[in-house]
């Protein structure tokens, strides 16, 4: 039976070494939506994808995508499910020795026994929807970054994957470009029935196309709600990040002795 | 130390993956071809003019020592012996550690700077059984074919300075080689040392791309070690298998 909820996140915590990363992670994905995680840099959002992909395994909790607790899944299981959903990492991660066709391609040669014809056409469809279907012969290298990004796009959705997740989808992109990949994260997610987590630092576009957004913060969720809520929240964090303010609950130094100590004036100045 | 041990225990345990994995490879073979033509082809031109080069020193040297001797006519038998036996799959198998080893590593490494390998897990395909097997396996396949054709050149090369140039005479050049290379013997062990080397070289190139430290210095680190690693390797194999495949029998 089909539930709203696609992913189910329960008291989550995953350390590098001794180093905790996240923290008891409590979050839910529903069906269909665009859910945005949002956090300050190395805060541990491209950890949680991972955890979400089953890339690594969690100190404790899990999560649960439609219906398995996916770090229990065994190898096979794993990548049937992973056949399931995609990611879109940052830098685009396109095959660099395969033209932009044969990128998109990939998967569905991989997964499939779909003759020639077909596969031309779906991926010039999905190359289409990106409208990039004129630039199937290029290399990777000939693209610029919005369209690398674009092309990763169109094949991450080769195979129609039930969720998608985007690890920092603007980084580094034009305001143009950004834009149009924001749109066409949230038309694809409403055409094509998929669900989307992105996770991301730029406010005003993921305020603009998210349906739910999650703060993360110290390995914790600090806030979340929808973008009106966020936009009108008097939480001191989320009132710093959206407005990217320097003093607030997110200091601007790296935990530190004093300033005067560092500077080995604490003795002699005196 | 205890750091060396893990990436022993590391590299054998990739090893074995690789191997078990090696399916895909033979289901698929047009991956392997096209590896071949990067490995294998592109490593020809070196091989090429290296192998002639080689020969021709041999062929120079030789006639001086054997001269002194009035042993000029085993000029042939010595040029080909060396070759078969030892020049030919060791040199090969440098130069082929150089060219291809590193330019194996440095393009599995970038792929995994780059998260190509990450994504391609994603997508639920296996990058130990789509990158590192079709590569490995086209490494171990071309070794033996430009050792092989290393020492045919080579033995040309002699040919050229001996014959040509210094003018020993043609007939005895060719008599002589004739009846001291054995097949079995000089010729047949000759292809076995490079086709372990092409393992050697090929397991370890492939290994340090794949371990390699997802940074511009971990890459440029994992290449130098890929070419000095499978080098010594080589000389130290070549030793081994020396003593026991050539014990003065013949």
């Known amino acids: 039976m089909l539930t709203d909820t696609l992913i189910e996140i329960k008291e989550l915590s995953f350390s590098y070494g001794n180093r905790a990363i996240l923290k008891g992670i409590n979050l839910t994905v529903p069906r269909g939506k665009v859910v945005a995680i949002m956090g300050g840099s190395g805060c541990g959002k491209t950890t949680l994808l991972r955890l979400i992909g089953g890339s690594v395994t969690p100190s404790s909790g899990h999560v649960m995508l439609a219906g398995q607790v996916v770090h229990k899944l065994n190898r096979n299981d794993l990548f049937l499910m992973r056949r399931k959903i995609s990611m879109l990492f940052q830098f685009g991660a396109l095959f660099t020795d395969l033209s932009v066709f044969e990128n998109v391609a990939f998967q569905i040669r991989e997964h499939t026994n ?14 289409h929807a990106v409208g990039l279907r004129g630039a199937h012969n290029l290399m990777p290298a000939e693209l610029s970054g919005g369209m690398a990004r674009r092309v990763a796009l169109a094949r991450s959705i080769a195979l129609d994957p039930m969720l998608v997740m985007y690890d920092e989808p603007f980084t580094g992109l034009d305001p143009i470009s950004l834009s149009v990949i924001g749109n066409l994260i949230r038309r694809l997610t409403d055409a094509l029935g998929m669900t989307s987590i992105l996770v991301t630092h730029d406010v005003q576009e993921s305020l603009k196309i ?7 913060s110290e390995g914790v969720i600090a806030a979340h709600g929808t973008p009106a809520e966020v936009r009108s929240s008097i939480s001191p964090f989320v ?14 130094h790296y935990p530190s002795g004093t300033y005067a100590g560092d500077l080995s004036l604490g003795n002699n100045f005196v | 130390m205890i750091e060396s041990i893990f990436r022993l225990g590391r590299a054998s345990r990739f090893f074995l993956l690789l191997l078990l994995k090696s399916g895909m490879s033979l289901r698929r073979f047009d991956l392997v071809i096209r590896e071949l033509y990067f490995t294998g082809v592109l490593s020809l031109i070196i091989i090429l003019i290296s192998g002639l080069f080689v020969g021709m020193v041999l062929g120079l040297q030789g006639y001086e020592t054997l001269q002194k001797y009035g042993a000029e006519s085993a000029i042939g038998a010595l040029v080909a012996l060396s070759l078969v036996r030892e020049l030919g799959p060791v040199v090969a198998a440098l130069l082929f550690a150089s060219r291809a080893g590193s330019a ?9 700077t780059t998260e190509q390998l990450e994504a391609m897990g994603m997508m639920a395909v296996d990058p130990i059984a789509r990158v590192v097997a079709p590569r490995f396996w086209a490494g171990v396949i071309s070794m033996p074919f430009l050792a092989a054709i290393f020492s045919a050149v080579g033995v040309f090369g002699g040919y050229l300075v001996a014959v040509v140039i210094v003018g020993v005479d043609d007939g005895s050049f060719w008599s002589q080689m004739q009846s001291m290379v054995d097949f079995r013997y000089d010729i047949v062990n000759g292809i076995i040392k490079s086709c372990i080397f092409g393992v050697a070289v090929t397991a370890v190139a492939v290994f340090e791309g794949y371990d390699a430290v997802p940074t511009a210095q971990g890459v440029s680190g994992a290449t130098t070690r890929t070419v000095v690693t499978s080098s010594l390797v080589i000389l130290g194999l ?7 495949m050539f014990r003065g029998v013949s």
Not at chain 1, 116 to 122: A, G, M, V
Not at chain 2, 104 to 112: D, V
């Open chain 2, 104 to 112: 194996i590593t440095a393009e599995i490494g970038l792929m995994k």
């Open chain 2, 238 to 244: 070549d030793f081994i298998l020396t003593s026991f």
């Open chain 1, 210 to 216: 998210a349906d739910y957004i999650y703060f993360i």
């Open chain 1, 239 to 252: 009132h710093q990040f959206v407005h990217g303010e320097e003093n607030g609950p997110v200091p601007f």
């Open chain 1, 114 to 127: 779909f003759p020639e014809s077909i596969i031309r056409d779906l991926v010039l469809m999905k190359l």
